[in-house]
């Protein structure tokens, strides 16, 4: 997932672009693949973005219907949960122009982080979050958006979705 500046649009400057394959062309070979985003992110223009393996979701409705991901996240805090329509409505009067997370893959400008060699999925099973996506944290945490007024995580009704969406972002802090 990448966002970038629409010159064009005076009233909506971001633009995104989502992506998603298979876990295994990443696990396969993830040279390749970060190859490749290196590759798009160039041509694109890419401002800033994530990736690495992740739950899929419909840009706009990633906090409609049931806690489907939550529990997920909980157990695995390494997946990528993008929630770029409601990132985008979050940052409508400003904050696009800063990541909003950090991954296995972090994107910022033309610099590319990458956090290991391949994606971790099972970080709570190593021994918590691996060093490598704790240094990717630290590097964009002075300028990473957290001006969120409302939740972009869909949640229990005993949490609060504001609080457990800071405690996402903040995961590999």
Same mark, same amino acid.
């Given at each position: 997932?990448?966002?970038?500046? +629409?010159?064009?649009?005076?009233?909506?400057?971001?633009?995104?672009? @989502?992506?998603?394959?298979?876990?295994?062309?990443?696990? +396969?070979?993830?040279? /390749?693949?970060?190859?490749?985003?290196?590759?798009?992110?160039?041509?694109?223009? $890419?401002?800033?973005?994530?990736?690495?393996?992740?739950?899929?979701?419909?840009?706009?409705? &990633?906090?409609?219907?049931?806690?489907?991901?939550?529990?997920?996240?909980?157990?695995?805090?390494?997946?990528?949960? *993008?929630?770029?329509?409601?990132?985008?409505?979050?940052?409508?009067?400003?904050?696009?122009?800063?990541?909003?997370?950090?991954?296995?893959?972090?994107?910022?400008?033309?610099?590319?982080?990458?956090?290991?060699?391949?994606?971790? $999925?099972?970080?709570?099973?190593?021994?918590?979050?691996?060093?490598?996506?704790? *240094?990717?944290?630290?590097?964009? @945490?002075?300028? /990473?958006?957290?001006?969120? &007024?409302?939740?972009?995580? &869909? $949640?229990?009704? &005993? @949490? *609060?979705?504001?609080?457990?969406?800071? @405690?996402?972002? /903040?995961?590999? +802090?």
């Amino acid at each position: 997932m990448a966002f970038g500046f +629409d010159q064009e649009n005076t009233t909506r400057r971001l633009s995104g672009i @989502k992506f998603h394959f298979p876990p295994s062309f990443i696990l +396969d070979d993830p040279d /390749r693949f970060v190859s490749l985003i290196c590759d798009w992110a160039g041509r694109l223009g $890419v401002l800033h973005g994530s990736g690495g393996l992740g739950v899929l979701t419909e840009p706009g409705r &990633e906090t409609v219907g049931k806690v489907y991901y939550y529990p997920l996240m909980q157990r695995y805090p390494a997946l990528e949960y *993008d929630a770029m329509g409601d990132y985008w409505s979050e940052t409508r009067f400003g904050g696009y122009e800063v990541p909003r997370a950090s991954n296995w893959l972090t994107l910022l400008g033309g610099v590319l982080i990458r956090a290991g060699q391949a994606p971790v $999925v099972d970080s709570n099973g190593i021994g918590g979050i691996p060093q490598a996506y704790r *240094d990717a944290a630290r590097i964009i @945490k002075p300028i /990473r958006f957290e001006g969120y &007024e409302y939740g972009i995580i &869909e $949640v229990p009704e &005993e @949490k *609060d979705d504001l609080e457990e969406t800071l @405690k996402w972002v /903040r995961r590999f +802090d």
